[in-house]
């Protein structure tokens, strides 16, 4: 209390605390507070994590503009990697904290959205028809800032906001202030961006957002939004995308448990925990994660580009992460870092900043999408007195609706079509078939990281994979098959680098006999290079799950696409020899092919909504690497 009661006593006299952060993680019934001196790093890795007994060491403001470190897109706005390097913890009481924390009511003058409404909504317009519906992606989020001044001291208006979130916000990960000298942030984040402990890394997709007016949503409306195909597409992209971030920083990948329900006070997400033991550096983990699909997109680097095009001007610490670097007990690296959402940006001048975006799927309307900012700005703007509050009634227990039976069958039944590798425990070897066992796969990531979790199902199978980026010089004819990835793009524009390079390694595996896998873009430009016409559908398969008849055999399976090839006959003729194609009876879509030495697959049978992703690809390597005499194994 003592450390509290300091920094209170400062602000109320007008002086300055120095730097300092309180912290109510999720559950708690104690907040905690942190004090140091703060210093501005240029990069992830110069975050200090010093060796010594346990405790936390840095608690880092990541923003936006980190993201250029893994070389994606950004507007550059020069917000600083500030770093709270700490000297003093401590705990405190919620009851105690609560009683010292000022209870005045925030003032504010000139508030309004920088954009408006009706910009707002053709933007997303726009990213409908030109980026999504031209196969950049299947998700984007886009986002607008709510502005105004704070009137008096921003430090002691900040703290009230932090009294009235810590009051009437229930389902935060962390609800926190953060003072760095030169910003204040202070906000109720309820989604864990990543987290390593004991060896053990988790991450937490957040999506679909249930707007109630109450204290507690309405039980019917809940039931119809958690049955909403709109809300549990907009979940399954968000859980694909952070499967594939696991893929990168856990060992063996992630395991799927969940959904739950997360009930906050204006509105209720949906949500999955991800979980895989991991050996990498927490700062390497926060790299390898920027940052959540949640709150950019997917894919990812494409996403980046997309945001940079639509917006057209720095996010700031909206969609970064606040960090909280430590060491355990046995003096190992710990973290958690929540992500920087329905959070206030102050300055020393009290300009406030609240920025929120939606995510543009393609069921959205803009409509929908203007509705759910406002909905997502509600909180942290009624903290500070900027919208109604929810009614809180001293004494009167919550009701939890995901403990109702109904809204628990409703969110189980959404993993009835999902795919088991991703959601059941692995054993080591359980899945390795003879045939293919050691045998060597080099997969061509076309600018989607799907491609890191195809190499953890080959692996699975028995495979030896390495993967190389499009770009990436190098020989390709050492592998017993090469796996040429999805990625996003216009297949048709074969003059582009990435497009060119694709079709020349494929060209190459078809002209030398060489076994080849073509999945998504790779299987739309090998398509293209057997002859088949290549369309843009009219509506984008971007998340979209479907049942289809693969080659005699019903198989449920995801897509993400928005180009397709297209075939009149489910036998061709090409200059590789006759194609068997499995194509759609209504248009002629093509779903996959195979021939002499190699196949394609317009769906992604890694995704977690292809229930029968594993089995498809043992069939289709079976086929293409038959058993090889033992004495001609690798050795």
Request: hydrophobic content about 45%; some cysteine; charged content about 25%.
């Amino acid at each position: 209390m003592i450390l509290l009661h300091q920094l209170l006593t400062a602000v109320a006299a007008g002086d300055d605390p120095g730097p300092f952060a309180l912290i109510r993680r999720e559950g708690a019934i104690n907040l905690e507070v942190f004090t140091g001196e703060v210093r501005v790093v240029d990069r992830l890795a110069d975050i200090a994590l010093p060796a010594g007994g346990p405790g936390p060491r840095t608690l880092s403001l990541v923003p936006y503009r980190q993201i250029a470190e893994r070389g994606f897109a950004c507007v550059d706005d020069g917000t600083p990697l500030e770093c709270l390097e700490i000297g003093g913890h401590g705990m405190v009481p919620l009851t105690d904290a609560l009683a010292a924390l000022p209870d005045e009511p925030v003032r504010t003058t000139g508030g309004g959205f920088d954009i408006s409404d009706e910009e707002y909504a053709a933007t997303v317009g726009r990213v409908l028809a030109d980026e999504i519906g031209r196969g950049e992606g299947a998700n984007f989020v886009i986002h607008r800032t709510y502005r105004a001044t704070v009137e008096g001291a921003p430090l002691a208006a900040a703290l009230a906001a932090l009294r009235r979130l810590l009051v009437t916000e229930r389902g935060a990960y962390w609800t926190f202030l953060v003072y760095t000298g030169e910003r204040i942030l202070v906000g109720a984040s309820p989604e864990r961006h990543v987290s390593v402990a004991d060896g053990l890394v988790m991450m937490n997709p957040i999506s679909g957002t249930f707007k109630h007016p109450g204290a507690v949503a309405e039980r019917e409306e809940l039931l119809r939004f958690l049955t909403d195909p709109k809300e549990i597409d907009e979940l399954y992209m968000v859980l694909d995308e952070e499967l594939k971030m696991m893929a990168t920083v856990a060992d063996h990948g992630g395991q799927v448990v969940g959904p739950y329900l997360k009930e906050m006070s204006h509105l209720a997400h949906t949500e999955y925990l991800l979980a895989g033991r991991g050996s990498l550096d927490v700062r390497e983990v926060l790299r390898e994660t920027m940052f959540a699909p949640t709150v950019t997109g997917s894919p990812m680097e494409n996403a980046c580009r997309v945001i940079a095009r639509h917006e057209r001007h720095g996010r700031r610490y909206y969609s970064g992460v606040l960090a909280m670097l430590g060491r355990d007990e046995a003096g190992r690296q710990t973290l958690d870092a929540p992500i920087l959402i329905r959070t206030a940006e102050i300055t020393p001048d009290g300009e406030l900043r609240v920025s929120v975006g939606a995510t543009l799927v393609r069921h959205s309307t803009a409509e929908g999408e203007v509705a759910e900012t406002h909905t997502k700005a509600a909180g942290v703007l009624a903290a500070l007195g900027l919208r109604p509050d929810v009614p809180v009634v001293a004494g009167e227990p919550v009701i939890r609706l995901a403990d109702d039976p109904a809204v628990r069958d409703a969110l189980a039944a959404r993993n009835d079509r999902l795919a088991r590798f991703w959601l059941e425990q692995r054993v080591p070897g359980a899945t390795v078939l003879p045939a293919l066992a050691g045998r060597r796969t080099l997969i061509v990531d076309g600018e989607d990281t799907f491609t890191g979790m195809l190499a953890h199902q080959l692996r699975a199978l028995g495979l030896e994979v390495t993967l190389h980026n499009w770009h990436q010089a190098g020989p390709v004819d050492g592998y017993d098959l090469v796996l040429v990835g999805p990625g996003p793009g216009d297949p048709r524009r074969i003059d582009e680098p990435k497009m060119a390079a694709m079709r020349q390694v494929l060209a190459e595996q078809l002209a030398g006999g060489r076994p080849v896998l073509a999945v998504c873009l790779g299987h739309q430009l090998l398509s293209g290079l057997l002859g088949l016409p290549l369309h843009r559908r009219s509506a984008p398969y971007q998340g979209l799950q479907r049942e289809i008849d693969l080659f005699g055999a019903v198989r449920r399976v995801g897509f993400y696409s928005t180009f397709t090839a297209v075939a009149d006959a489910d036998r061709v003729e090409t200059g590789y020899g006759p194609v068997d194609v499995a194509r759609d009876a209504a248009d002629g879509a093509v779903h996959a092919l195979r021939g002499s030495g190699f196949a394609g697959v317009q769906f992604h049978p890694e995704s977690v909504l292809s229930y029968d992703g594993m089995r498809i690809l043992a069939d289709l390597i079976t086929h293409l690497l038959p058993a090889v005499p033992a004495s001609h194994a690798h050795r």
